[in-house]
């Protein structure tokens, strides 16, 4: 079946630091990736969407880039701050042509960003 | 501006005992989904639903059941809680194969 893995749990960063999380992902078909994030108390919202026919996005000063030649997706951000410190997920869209609208997670990297 | 809403926020049963977790969108979404959240496995799907009346099942179902009444309600039921089940639960909603909108989840504890 499909699976994502994310191989940094934590990631512990001073401001203005350069931020590369990077994960790869299991599928037989091209699918949409999703970065989403979630801050302490609340539910994950979406951060980054990429399809197969833009390979990159770019949001909120964070760009993901999708390499399907690896099977890999990264999130960067090249000057972090305080306020990024949250957990951050890299996410499988449906490849059933997204009928079902399934998402499956990674299992999450927590970010500290610390002043 | 997505709303997704859940109660209780938290709960505390024994094991053996009947929880209920509720979750409402007023978004106008077809699609519902119901996960838990651990520490190491990131957000797992339990079930789904395209409708009320309809319910898909997701990687993780054991021990729970799922019903959506209406457009707007999508229920999570532990008929025989567990220890194994105490976790953070999300709801989510969404337009078919688009960005999910979570509520603010409900955290149970299975004594």
């Known amino acids: 079946g499909d699976s994502v893995t994310q191989m940094q749990g934590q990631v512990t960063l001073s401001e203005d630091d350069f931020l590369f999380i990077n994960c790869t992902y299991s599928?037989?078909?091209?699918?949409?990736l999703f970065w989403y994030v979630q801050y302490p108390g609340e539910g994950p919202q979406l951060l980054l969407k990429?399809?197969?026919?833009?390979n990159k996005g770019i949001s909120r000063g964070f760009e993901a880039t999708y390499d399907k030649g690896t099977t890999s997706f990264h999130l960067q951000k090249a000057s972090v701050q305080e306020s990024d410190s949250a957990v951050y997920y890299c996410v499988l869209g449906d490849t059933a042509g997204g009928l079902s609208g399934k998402l499956t997670f990674g299992e999450g990297t927590q970010v500290t960003v610390i002043s | 501006e997505a709303a997704v809403t859940q109660s209780p926020r938290n709960k505390v049963t024994v094991t053996g005992g009947n929880v209920t977790l509720s979750c409402r969108q007023t978004?106008?979404?077809?699609?519902m989904y119901w996960y838990r959240q651990d520490t190491g496995h990131g957000l797992r799907l339990i079930h789904y639903?395209?409708?009320?009346?309809?319910?898909q099942i997701g990687d993780v179902p054991d021990g729970y059941k799922a019903t959506r009444t209406t457009q707007e309600d999508f229920f999570l039921l532990l008929e025989l809680a567990s220890p194994s089940q105490t976790s953070l639960y999300f709801c989510a909603s969404s337009d078919q194969g688009q960005e999910q909108y979570f509520g603010p989840g409900t955290r149970l504890t299975v004594l």
């Open positions: 978004n106008s979404h077809n699609y």
């Open positions: 599928t037989t078909w091209y699918p949409t």
């Open positions: 990429v399809t197969t026919a833009n």
């Open positions: 639903s395209y409708g009320a009346g309809n319910l």
